[in-house]
């Protein structure tokens, strides 16, 4: 028996060794094989990686920071001035203040703070200035400066994870710094809803960039998708649409067969999330009620769990045609839908702003938006620049390549695709196999983005970034297999961001040579003015931006303010602009009393000046009123003459009050003596 398992042992490490020396001679006889280059680099050390994004941040908060003390000097300024400047867009910082303050005195902890005394000139009184994060606005700066931070360490990820390479960050970094004054405000206004709102925005795209790549079944995606998109919701009533856009373009990419289900299905149900907990914290907003996002969601849903195993039927690519026109259909019914049953219109305006530059279309508001230049289509201006520093035209070489190396994908796929159908198998492959959905993903954003920018010029924060992520790809060695070597590829991108810091350098020295100093006395004396002498119960109207001056600066009860997103507030906001009308003085006192104003506030800028041929505010009025065009403007007749039946009681160069007197006259109750 041992000899017999003796026997086997042998028998079977002669076999292994023949095994082995017939695998050590093919070896020998093959030639070693190269290994090809990846198609996709692989992605950075994640330390290094924030290390990298955390620098950025902290450089562009730096940036941005001393921009606007360049600008405005803000550090030399009172806090009326200061306030002054800050005049919109207040948001939850101030209770985080609160908060952190108190929890400092109660524990018998001040923030530290350095005032002097400044002289202003100009027969100007000289005023105290304080510096420090314990100073209100500047705890507020702080807050700003931080988001800034975020935008541009979110743009290094982003472009770090689209190119899955370093430099791709830094490339887009660098992009971003040399176009900046086409990619952002924040350095020369700091309270805008967009400088809070747009990191989150770039944290949305990432992730779904992330799970476009690798599709996996958790809640972690949807919940961390979630609570992004509701910050992002809470900050700017815009976010609504680019978060539909986002949907739209995952189902359209799913219905293409672009991509699985599930990374739609996981952003529907953060998106959804959202909303929902957007609402709760907002007290049932009505704008989100009845928002273009509420609607896609319903069109998606309605398409994905009912239509769309109907349409499964018709061949391709009829089917995908039929699936976008329902998406489009049904999301824009949806949202009219709701609209009409809740009798909602807060987001009218909007819809009308978009109306108007595809028609003939204009009303009163919808003009107040198309005359400032920040609402105006995109001007060649902006293209002109974009070209200068090479963003532009390496972006469409970029576009080029994508498109180059998805058609060969294509119809590499389509080769497979037959060979299978001559072996009589069933098609195991998909014409989009290996094509990279998270890179077309971003096209595709890029290209809505680019439609709104061309529509409303402000809306180039979000064309000029992405332009500036899609340019990332500059360093993608799958895109760009012409370059042999690595060492060739690398020594071309070196070149070209030589060439790009020619112009790209001059923007950033020009935008810091910028030296100015914020003062505006005409205002600064209405506003002391009122703190003097009117009572903290009495209410003004006037100009919306004057009016978030009066509201923050004094603390009085206005009528209307910038808030453009209620539609009672937008009435409310017309009928006080019919003092820049021709209609007659009694006719505007009359509104003003069904207002309960008790003084109107004149500025002198609205009723003399035009941003614009037929932009004038008088020019609104004649559209409104046509048959008053041959009336005189009633605003010079108050602002210069006779102001009955108002009463004029402060007047400057730049600002006229008018008391609206009341109709009756009020007798005191007699007083009652106290035995």
């Known amino acids: 028996m041992v000899n017999k398992n003796r026997k086997f042992d042998e028998e079977k490490q002669n076999k292994n060794r023949k095994s082995l020396n017939k695998d050590i001679n093919i070896r020998a006889q093959a030639p070693i094989p190269i290994p090809k280059e990846k198609e996709t680099n692989k992605f950075p050390n994640f330390k290094v990686l924030l290390a990298c994004a955390v620098c950025c941040g902290l450089i562009h908060s730096y940036h941005v920071s001393t921009l606007f003390e360049n600008d405005t000097h803000f550090s030399h300024l009172s806090t009326l001035e200061r306030e002054m400047i800050f005049r919109t867009e207040m948001v939850v910082l101030g209770g985080s203040y ?166 739609m299905l996981l952003t529907l149900l953060g998106a959804l999330y959202a909303l929902v907990n957007a609402l709760i914290v907002q007290f049932a907003n009505s704008m989100l009620l009845t928002s273009t996002l509420a609607g896609v969601l319903v069109g998606v849903f309605l398409l994905y769990v009912f239509i769309e195993p109907l349409i499964q039927v018709l061949p391709r690519p009829t089917n995908v045609g039929v699936q976008v026109a329902f998406l489009f259909i049904s999301s824009l019914a949806s949202k009219m839908e709701l609209s009409r049953i809740l009798s909602i219109e807060d987001d009218a305006h909007i ?69 299978e159908r001559e072996k ?36 180039k924060l979000f064309f000029t970034p992405q332009l500036c992520v899609i340019s990332s790809l500059l360093t993608s060695r799958s895109l760009w297999s012409i370059f042999k070597r690595k060492d060739i590829h690398y020594a071309v991108l070196a070149l070209l961001v030589s060439s790009m810091c020619i112009r790209g350098f001059r923007n950033i020295v020009e935008q810091r040579g910028i030296v100015g100093e914020y003062n505006d006395p005409n205002l600064e004396e209405l506003l002391e003015w009122i703190n003097s002498e009117t009572g903290k119960e009495e209410s003004f109207a006037g100009p919306m931006a004057t009016m978030a001056n009066v509201l923050l600066s004094t603390r009085r009860p206005v009528v209307n303010h910038p808030h453009y997103e209620s ?9 006080v602009y019919s003092v820049f009308s021709r209609k007659s003085s009694q006719e505007v006192y009359e509104i003003m009393l069904s207002l309960k104003v008790n003084y109107l506030v004149i500025e002198e800028s609205w009723c003399f000046r ?28 108050l602002f210069h003459h006779k102001a009955s039946p108002f009463h004029r009681i402060f007047s400057n160069e730049g600002y006229v009050v008018l008391q609206v007197p009341s109709k009756y006259v009020e007798i005191p109750a007699p007083r009652v003596r106290s035995s």
Request: include cysteine; aromatic fraction near 12%; charge should be positive.
């Open 610 to 637: 035009r941003s614009k041929p037929g932009c004038g505010i008088i020019d609104l009025w004649d559209s409104e009123e046509p048959q008053k065009k041959n009336l005189p403007a009633l605003c010079p007749k």
């Open 98 to 263: 609160r908060v952190f303050t108190n929890v400092l005195a109660y524990f018998d902890v001040s923030l530290p703070l350095v005032c002097w005394k400044v002289s202003r000139g100009d027969s100007l009184p000289p005023v105290l200035s304080c510096e420090g994060i314990g100073e209100p606005v500047y705890w507020y700066l702080f807050g700003v400066w931080i988001c800034a931070g975020f935008t541009a360490a979110l743009l290094f990820l982003s472009g770090a994870q689209l190119s899955r390479s370093l430099a791709g960050g830094f490339i887009t970094v660098i992009c971003f710094f040399f176009n900046h004054g086409e990619a952002t405000r924040v350095q020369w206004t700091p309270p805008l809803r967009e400088s809070f709102a747009f990191p989150f925005s770039l944290a949305l795209n990432m992730i779904i960039t992330f799970s476009l790549r690798k599709p996996k079944v958790s809640w972690v995606q949807p919940l961390l998708f979630g609570n992004i998109a509701l910050n992002y919701l809470l900050c700017w009533q815009f976010s609504q649409f680019t978060l539909a856009a986002n949907i739209g373009i995952l189902y359209i990419l799913y219905s293409l067969g672009v991509s699985s289900p599930l990374p």
């Open 424 to 459: 009589d198998q069933t098609y195991k492959t998909s014409i989009w196999n290996d094509v990279d959905a998270g890179i077309l993903f971003n096209v595709v954003l890029l290209i809505f983005y680019a439609i709104l920018a061309i529509l409303v010029m402000r809306l």
């Open 351 to 419: 819809v009308n702003l978009f109306k108007s530059k595809f028609t003939n279309y204009s009303d009163f508001h919808t003009k107040l938006y198309t005359c400032s230049k920040e609402f105006d289509i995109l001007p060649k201006e902006t293209v002109n620049k974009l070209t200068e520093t090479l963003l532009l035209p390496c972006v469409m070489a970029v576009l080029i390549a994508v498109s180059l190396r998805i058609l060969i994908q294509i119809k590499a796929n389509l080769v497979k695709r037959m060979e």
């Open 567 to 575: 539609a009672a507030l937008r009435q409310r906001t017309k009928q």
